[in-house]
């Protein structure tokens, strides 16, 4: 075997070694955006939680947000606390339509995520604070609630029409009156 042989099997061996390193590093360049995928998804999931969770876990929130959809007068500070809250819960609305635009999250996963916002836009205490927190949110988020808030004005059903209805609880004067007299 003569030096230029040896010179071209070395060739041949490095172009090998070439294509395998290049093989090996596409597969842990697509192993780790999964990996980078499912903790974004899980991340955004996380975060959606911890907001409904602070609703049912915070009792002054609640007493807010009751104050809010009985349309009662708020005070400064419930102002500021209800703002707060929507401001954070729009913030992961948003996230996630941008996670969805980019492929993060399929349609299925969306689509409790539309609905979820949907349930927020039909209360006309959140259309109100929509119509003066909206320019604090990026332009296609802004269009994505407008079209919603259209469509809820223009007559579409409302994901949960009435949640005291969807879980059960009645108005117990309503109940007196479907009680019969003994």
Not at 45 to 68: F, S, W, Y
Request: some cysteine; aromatic content about 8%; proline content about 4%.
């Amino acid at each position: 075997m003569t030096l230029q042989d040896l010179g071209d099997l070395g060739d041949l061996i490095g172009g090998v070694a070439v294509v395998i390193t290049l093989i090996y590093l596409a597969a842990q360049v697509r192993q780790n955006t999964s990996l980078i995928t499912a903790q974004t998804v899980q991340a955004s999931v996380d975060a959606t939680q911890r907001v409904l969770l602070l609703r049912a876990e915070n009792m002054p929130l609640r007493a807010i947000l009751r104050k809010a959809r009985r349309n009662e007068d708020l005070d400064v500070d419930d102002t500021e606390v209800l703002a707060s809250y929507l401001q954070a819960a729009f913030m992961n609305f948003q996230a996630r339509l941008h996670h969805h635009a980019r492929g993060l999250f399929d349609d299925s996963m969306n689509e409790s995520y539309e609905l979820i916002l949907e349930d927020y836009l039909q209360q006309l205490y959140v259309r109100r604070w929509w119509h003066y927190a909206k320019p604090l949110f990026g332009a296609t988020f802004r269009e994505h609630c407008d079209r919603i808030i259209a469509a809820l004005e223009g007559g579409a059903a409302p994901p949960v029409a009435d949640w005291g209805t969807a879980i059960g609880f009645r108005d117990p004067t309503q109940v007196e009156r479907d009680t019969p007299p003994n």
